[in-house]
Structure formats: structure tokens, C-alpha cells
């Protein structure tokens, strides 16, 4: 079964801290996407980045990192010099494209950045 | 922007009643994907259609259908409503490598 675990429920950081935001995926495919989205107080989600199963070089974006390691199935985001902007809640998702299509979402980690 | 639209932005209905949500997706998308969002049930996926025919199935109950149109506009019907389909709607449109890009939502409060 495919799974994606948030355990960061909430983070609280102060302006221009890093912060490292932490997703554990589960599956037996061989062959998935797995994403990082952005949900603003607005309400709209954001699209950030999609890495394929197949490419785990690390993606440095601005002040926005990931890394990708397959060996302890994590995906994580790193948010360097956070700012009040950043302050949303992020979802990680695993979409299985093999076989029967899966569109998995973690709980979401919400992150307040404090000024 | 994501370039998906949604309407309406809010819905109030009262239990029992039936609704209609529409969606519009990006410009050359071919995918659209339902998705519902409740405060204790996360971000949950509920069908995708693509060009037309429906591709995956979620977590989508049997009083609730969608159908993607020639047009490739969608609409997901919640039916004999209750309580708890209180929630935020979200429809998304996909690219080629699975990338959705999520419309701004519709907010369904049953009363």
C-alpha cells in the first residue's frame, strides 16, 4: 500500500531561521512522482516541485531545497532564511502512475514563521 | 493563478439537497482530478478524469458523481448532502508528468 507520513504536525521558527520540513513516502513501485505543494492562508495550493522515482539529484530553487533519497524513502524541503511569507501549511504527495492510479497526500505540516 | 477556475467560490445548502460544482482547466490539460478537503480528513482524492473518461477512482461516495465534458470542463454533483460533505472542493488539471496545478476551491457548508 502506498503511504506518505507528515510527523511535523506544526513548526514554529523565527524569521530567518532554516527549517526543515520532513516526508516519509511508502510504496513498492518502482516507477512514481512525488511533490511538494503549498497551501497559503488563502486556501489555494501551490504547485513546487515534482521529482520522479528515477531522479534523486537534490533541487536548490531560491531559498527552497529538497532532498530526494530513496534509500530511507524521504523527500524533504528545506526553507533557508525563512520569512513570514513562507508561513502555510505544506503538503507532500505520492502519485503512483503504474497499474492503478494513486494520488496520495500527507497530512501537511503547518509552518509559522514568526517576524 | 493557476489558470484553473472554479464556481462558485462559496455554496450554503441544506441536508438532503443536491449541488453541482464546475471546473475549468488550464489551457491544453487534458486531466481533471476532484479532491476533498475536511479539517479531519486531510487533502483526499476523490476522481480524475482524462480527455473525457474517468481514469482513477478515490475515496468518492455513491452519492457523489463527476463527468468531464467535450470541452474538457468538469462537474462534481453531490447528492442527498449531509453534515459532514461540508468542506473545501478542490478541482485540479493535469500536465503530462502528473503535475496538478489546483483551481482556488469551493467552499460547501451543509446546514
Known amino acids: 500500500a502506498q503511504k506518505v507520513t507528515q510527523a511535523q504536525t506544526e513548526i514554529s521558527v523565527v524569521e530567518k531561521e532554516d527549517v526543515t520540513l520532513d516526508c516519509v513516502y511508502e510504496t513498492r513501485d518502482t516507477t512514481y512522482y512525488l511533490f511538494w505543494y503549498k497551501q497559503p492562508p488563502s486556501g489555494e495550493l501551490v504547485f513546487l516541485i515534482r521529482?520522479?522515482?528515477?531522479?534523486?539529484q537534490n533541487e536548490i530553487s531560491g531559498r527552497y531545497s529538497w532532498n530526494f533519497q530513496k534509500s530511507t524513502s524521504s523527500f524533504n524541503f528545506t526553507i533557508t532564511a525563512s520569512q513570514v511569507v513562507d508561513s502555510a501549511v505544506y503538503f507532500c504527495a505520492l502519485i503512483r502512475t503504474s497499474g492503478t492510479y494513486k494520488y496520495i497526500f500527507g497530512t501537511g505540516t503547518r509552518l509559522k514563521v514568526l517576524a | 493563478d493557476s489558470g484553473v477556475t472554479q464556481t462558485p467560490k462559496h455554496l450554503i445548502t441544506a441536508t438532503g439537497q443536491r449541488v453541482t460544482l464546475r471546473c475549468s482547466p488550464r489551457?491544453?490539460?487534458?486531466?481533471v482530478y476532484w479532491y476533498q478537503q475536511s479539517l479531519d480528513q486531510g487533502l483526499q482524492f476523490l476522481i480524475q478524469?482524462?480527455?473525457?473518461?474517468?481514469?482513477a477512482k478515490g475515496n468518492i461516495l455513491e452519492r457523489f458523481s463527476a463527468q468531464q465534458f467535450p470541452d474538457l470542463h468538469s462537474e462534481l454533483n453531490l447528492s442527498s448532502l449531509e453534515l459532514g460533505d461540508s468542506a473545501l472542493y478542490f478541482c485540479a488539471s493535469g500536465d503530462l508528468q502528473e503535475t496538478q496545478y489546483f483551481g482556488p476551491g469551493t467552499r460547501l457548508l451543509v446546514l
Open positions: 478524469y482524462y480527455n473525457g473518461e474517468e481514469r
Open positions: 489551457s491544453g490539460d487534458l486531466s
Open positions: 521529482r520522479n522515482s528515477f531522479d534523486e
